[in-house]
């Protein structure tokens, strides 16, 4: 079984440009998550999908942030326009159930996001 | 509201020698607790979790954690460390009605030869 991918790897960009990235749950995972980790800081949750509903988006930093998940399959987090403290290691997650709080959430290798 | 929290930065043991990487949680309801690690250039990769039952709970690559109520702590543990358990470990609790992790700020784990 795929575990959850992303995409790109890192990114490099400079402030006031546009990055999108994706994120590939694992197949038949209703739950995605998008967690950051800024600075080496703790990791914080931005927001969860249901499929492609946005159930909670209480971790969004600002309106520069948007993401989308069509068809309740993958997702974009797209940052526009990226500042400097958007630098930072962009996860993404997925876990089986919805609601289920003891549901294992599975994480991809995240994307390294620089903007300089 | 939930939180965990990881009083160690950085912890360092020898090879061979056991382990301890350090959670105390807070919460309310039920406690539900997960470990996740993270090896250099790697995702968050999961090692166990406490759901309820045995405060003993056994996980990947022959971790373990204990739970303890009534200290409100979750400590991993290993009984002989290797080099390659050298890596970030994260503590976590769902919170809210999604599950959103809430996580501790990290330890690091440094095994040396």
């Known amino acids: 079984e795929a575990g959850v991918t992303q995409f790109p790897s890192h990114s490099v960009i400079e402030k006031g440009q546009t990055v999108t990235l994706r994120c590939d749950p694992i197949s038949g995972h209703d739950n995605l998550y998008w967690y950051r980790r800024v600075m080496g800081k703790e990791i914080k949750f931005l927001l969860h999908f249901v499929k492609e509903s946005k159930q909670d988006e209480s971790g969004m930093p600002n309106n520069r942030f948007l993401a989308e998940r069509t068809g309740g399959t993958y997702s974009t987090l797209k940052v526009q326009p990226a500042e400097l403290e958007d630098s930072g290691v962009y996860f993404c997650?997925?876990?089986?159930?919805?609601?289920?709080?003891?549901?294992?959430?599975?994480f991809g290798p995240g994307t390294r996001l620089t903007v300089l | 509201a939930q939180s965990v929290a990881q009083p160690e930065d950085q912890v360092n043991v020898a090879e061979g020698n056991p382990l301890t990487v350090k959670c105390t949680y807070s919460?309310?309801?039920?406690?539900?607790l997960f470990w996740y690690v993270q090896y250099p250039n790697r995702g968050l990769q999961f090692l166990l979790k406490?759901?309820?039952?045995?405060?003993l709970v056994k996980g990947s690559y022959g971790f373990e954690a204990e739970f303890n109520k009534s200290q409100t702590s979750f400590h991993l543990k290993k009984p002989s460390a290797l080099v390659s358990d050298s890596a970030l470990y994260f503590c976590a609790v769902p919170s809210g009605n999604t599950g959103k992790l809430i996580f501790g700020q990290g330890t690091t784990l440094q095994v040396k030869p």
């Open positions: 406490y759901i309820t039952g045995d405060n």
């Open positions: 997650a997925s876990s089986f159930l919805p609601g289920l709080l003891t549901d294992t959430q599975y």
């Open positions: 919460v309310s309801g039920n406690p539900y």
